[in-house]
């Protein structure tokens, strides 16, 4: 039953971080660049899951529940600060976000 | 010659410190203190040093001895601060050195320096600048003790050069006078030609010799055979010149005279410190120093006798013809140093140093006396609108009269001696070049230039304190004695002047008064013993020597008597001589074109490399292409780098994947 | 054809399509449910590689609680269609996709070189219970503790930061 090769979920892993990553560059909604991370950090969590069942081993799995741990905590703070940007720009456009640029 | 012995001394060390140690601290709180405080502590230090100055020499008497061949020898003190720096083989200690000869400079320094330091309490009064004035007197009494006190010619050096800043600073001291700045620039600039020789002749020593201790060199030259000092000869002769066209620029002499004159923009104790008693003597005093390195080039040895003779000459003529009473004294300052160059050009060191004594004496005493004056009249300075002072100002007016009785070589007052002495080796000495006959043209135009400086000294004298009064009513009703602090130096300066002299009874008199010795000549014979015994002088017996010190008296005396006649009393006669000569006149008045032609030649010159230099270097160069090449470097690859940096968060993102991507390659290669 | 390779192509697709549409949905509300479906298929993708706690956890954190937070954060703010991005291509865009191409090269590469040919396939049997609540839950609690601790803290800051945060004046 388990024949497929490690690569290929690394592979799927990769697809996943790489589609992530240009969403996060790419889309200048704030929430949306905002859920590409989210993205990104499932497509770690893919990789930690392989490579916990390939060494059979359960801290690659206890590691996937730190991340979903912290990224709560990152959604929760990450939207807070959008609320705010949004308060005092009334936009969530990545690119308005210029204040510290001058 | 026998070795001298050396004797470690820490004292010296102080000495020189002292007047430092007032220059910070007057520098750094100067500005906040009361004034009071700032002057006791500038006028202390110096006092202090002063006393362990006596002390040191007193020390150096005590360690006296009788030499090998008969004279008296005195060792010397010594002390090595630091090593200063050492590369390769050569080692140059920061190392003191107190020997007879420096003995003299020291107390000529501190114990002058002093008295003029006393005396700018009472001259400086109520200038704005009270606490850098004292600052830079006091640094530059540092920078002199370096000077004479320095056994290595590094440390010798850079007091050397501590000097030329200090009297740049002074000279300056008013800056906001562009005529007084521009005096300060001229004469930094043109010392600075001359150090520049001075480095050069240091370099050729480096090589030659080895060493830079006055101390070695001394052995080394001593050690030198005569075949290697004929092998030698350029380099020596080099380096003679060299070091002389460095004591030319100094003590200013034909070619490089032409700052001193304007130096007189300075405040007058500077004039009387600086550019009278002490640092325009350091080239004679760096040749008395070296004479045993001198004497080793008799075309050198010529060359500065002639220079010395001519300048004391030339420079006397135009004192003739001034009018501002500082001007008179500093062309008499020149005259007398050329005087100074005269004697150690003849291979008489002792006259040199003599001369030099006395004249810190005398002529410090006339520049005080001329502060005093104008100080008296409120910055009057020519001495066309003076006269008939000796009812307002007695003090000055008789202390006056002593300096001007020593410089003119009245008998037995101190220039008497010395310049008796200039004047006798110059006609006795049989070394120089041109012969017995260049001998006698230096001494007749010694004898000139005695003769003309007693004139134009009593042409002062008259024209200030006798006569009439010819200042418009306003400033004479203003006209006062000076406070103590002035006349007390003055008084105690004109006793030196009046009585220095009796230190160098020359052997013609002291024979002839029952053996009285030249106490001078016994104290610095360990010195300049070995370079005196170089020469032979012709003449037996005293025949000569009572004549050329006749001839110098009467001179001497006949100025005196011509300055009466023509100034003494009412009289249209200079006038009348001025019209009837007034292309000489007038080649005088304007101090024989030298300035302008300097202006026109050097200064031209210096003019157009600078205009090339300008062009081709700052504008091209630096500004094209260092200062905005540069900028617009930065600018293009700021334009590069603005990409990264954007201030776009995404680029930022974008960037740190690249990082991540060419990280994990370079992982994986 | 085993069932593995299916299921793996049908999730590991599912995922990648509905990533894609995260991407490029105009509609963030579209995107965050399109994320959501994306989330449902790692899950089983986890759930393949004996990843059953981790599983359920992304089903029940992610989809669950996290996503809800945002489509909540989206219909507070309630932009709508607000955001219209032109499809032009500037210079960051050409730079994101340079470094998208760069990463995903990398990435394939490391994948296929980090582990070597011969080992590449899993080993086959797995201990009973593997990747359970039991399991995972014990290494938790024993080995694990204190970074288990200090998520627990790390979330109580999450907490108060967002209410800091969020907070009409701070």
């Known amino acids: 039953m388990l024949s497929l090769p490690l690569s290929w979920y690394l592979m799927l892993s990769a697809t996943l971080f790489v589609m992530g990553a240009l969403g996060l560059l790419l889309r200048r909604n704030a929430i949306v660049a905002f859920m590409c991370v989210e993205v990104m950090l499932n497509a770690v969590n893919l990789t930690f899951i392989a490579f916990s069942k390939y060494h059979q081993d359960y801290t690659g799995q206890v590691f996937v529940f730190m991340v979903i741990a912290v990224a709560a905590a990152e959604a929760g703070i990450g939207l807070a600060m959008i609320v705010n940007m949004f308060r005092h720009k009334h936009s969530v456009q990545v690119d308005e976000a210029t204040l510290l640029r001058h | ?669 | 054809m085993g069932a593995e390779t299916i299921f793996f192509f049908l999730f590991g697709g599912g995922a990648i399509l509905s990533t894609l549409g995260v991407l490029l949905s105009r509609n963030p509300i579209n995107s965050a449910i399109s994320l959501v479906v994306s989330f449902f298929f790692l899950a089983g993708i986890y759930a393949m590689l004996s990843a059953h706690l981790n599983a359920i956890m992304q089903i029940m954190v992610y989809a669950g609680a996290i996503m809800v937070l945002f489509v909540f954060v989206l219909m507070l703010l309630n932009f709508g269609d607000e955001e219209h991005e032109k499809p032009r291509l500037n210079p960051t865009q050409i730079i994101s996709l340079l470094v998208g191409a760069a990463l995903l090269i990398a990435m394939f590469s490391a994948a296929t070189a980090f582990v070597d040919g011969s080992r590449q396939v899993f080993h086959p049997s797995m201990p009973p219970g593997f990747g359970g609540v039991e399991a995972i839950g014990h290494a938790l609690l024993t080995s694990y503790v204190l970074p288990f601790e200090m998520a627990a803290v790390l979330l109580l800051v999450g907490i108060v930061g967002a209410v800091v945060v969020a907070k009409r004046r701070f």
């Open chain 2, 1 to 669: 010659m026998q070795d001298i012995p050396i004797y470690e001394f820490t004292l010296l060390g102080w000495i020189a410190l002292l007047p430092l140690l007032g220059a910070i601290f007057n520098g750094i709180l100067g500005a906040r203190l009361p004034r009071a405080l700032v002057s006791t502590v500038a006028a202390g230090a110096m006092g202090v040093a002063f006393i362990l100055s006596i002390v040191a020499v007193w020390t150096l008497f005590q360690g006296r001895f009788e030499g090998a061949d008969g004279h008296t020898l005195y060792g010397a003190l010594y002390h090595n601060v630091f090593t200063w720096f050492e590369v390769g083989s050569l080692r140059v200690d920061f190392e003191l050195l107190l020997d007879p000869l420096s003995a003299v400079m020291i107390l000529i320094i501190t114990g002058v320096g002093f008295l003029i330091h006393v005396y700018s309490i009472g001259y400086m009064e109520g200038d704005r600048s009270w606490w850098r004035f004292f600052t830079y007197l006091n640094f530059f009494v540092f920078a002199m003790l370096m000077l004479v006190l320095g056994d290595n010619l590094v440390v010798l050096f850079l007091g050397w050069e501590g000097v030329g800043v200090a009297s740049y600073l002074l000279i300056g001291f008013w800056y906001e006078d562009d005529e007084k700045a521009s005096a300060g620039k001229k004469a930094f600039i043109v010392n600075r030609v001359g150090d520049f020789a001075v480095l050069l002749a240091l370099f050729l020593l480096v090589i030659y010799a080895g060493s830079l201790s006055v101390v070695e060199l001394r052995e080394w030259a001593s050690t030198l055979s005569p075949a290697q000092v004929t092998a030698l000869g350029g380099v020596l002769t080099a380096i003679c010149i060299l070091l002389f066209i460095g004591c030319t620029g100094k003590s200013a002499q034909i070619p490089l005279f032409v700052w001193l004159p304007d130096a007189m923009a300075g405040p007058t104790p500077v004039s009387a410190l600086i550019h009278a008693a002490t640092m325009v003597t350091a080239g004679v005093y760096l040749i008395a120093r070296l004479n045993f390195l001198f004497v080793l080039s008799p075309t050198a040895m010529t060359l500065i006798a002639v220079i010395g003779g001519l300048t004391a000459f030339f420079a006397a003529t135009i004192g003739v013809v001034q009018n501002d009473i500082k001007k008179v004294l500093a062309y008499s300052t020149v005259s007398q140093l050329g005087f100074m160059f005269l004697a150690v050009g003849v291979g008489s060191f002792f006259a040199g140093v003599f001369h030099l004594m006395t004249h810190a004496f005398f002529k410090a005493l006339l520049f005080l006396g001329a502060g005093s004056v104008i100080h008296g009249m409120h910055h009057e300075q020519d001495i066309r609108r003076m006269g008939g002072l000796k009812d307002y100002m007695p003090i000055t007016r008789w202390t006056f009269l002593v300096g001007c009785l020593a410089i003119a070589g009245f008998p037995l007052f101190s220039g008497f001696f010395s310049k008796d002495e200039i004047l006798w080796y110059t006609l006795a000495n049989v070394h120089l070049l041109g012969g017995v006959n260049l001998s006698w043209f230096l001494w007749f135009l010694a004898l000139g230039t005695a003769f003309l400086t007693a004139f134009y000294m009593f042409r002062l004298y008259f024209l200030t304190f006798e006569g009439e009064c010819r200042a418009d009513e306003k400033t004479r009703s203003h006209i006062h004695e000076s406070p103590l602090a002035m006349t007390l130096p003055l008084v105690v300066l004109a006793v030196l002047a009046g009585f220095g002299g009796f230190v160098g009874i020359p052997p013609v008199l002291g024979n002839a008064l029952g053996g009285l010795p030249n106490v001078m000549h016994d104290w610095l014979y360990q010195v300049i013993g070995p370079g005196e015994a170089f020469f032979a002088y012709r003449f037996e017996g005293y025949g000569m020597a009572w004549m050329s010190m006749a001839a110098a008296t009467a001179s001497g005396i006949g100025g005196i008597a011509l300055a009466w006649l023509f100034y003494g009393k009412p009289s249209d006669v200079p006038g009348a001589m001025a019209e009837k000569a007034a292309a000489v006149h007038r080649i005088l008045s304007n101090k024989y074109y030298v300035d302008e032609f300097y202006a026109a030649t050097v200064g031209r010159g210096v003019t157009l490399l600078g205009r090339v230099c300008h062009r081709l270097v700052d504008e091209l160069l630096i500004d094209t292409l260092l200062v905005n090449g540069t900028a617009r470097l930065m600018g293009f690859l700021g334009s590069v780098l603005r990409v990264v940096q954007n201030g776009q968060v995404q680029r930022y993102v974008a960037f740190v994947f690249l990082g991540i991507a060419i990280i994990l390659y370079l992982v994986l290669r």
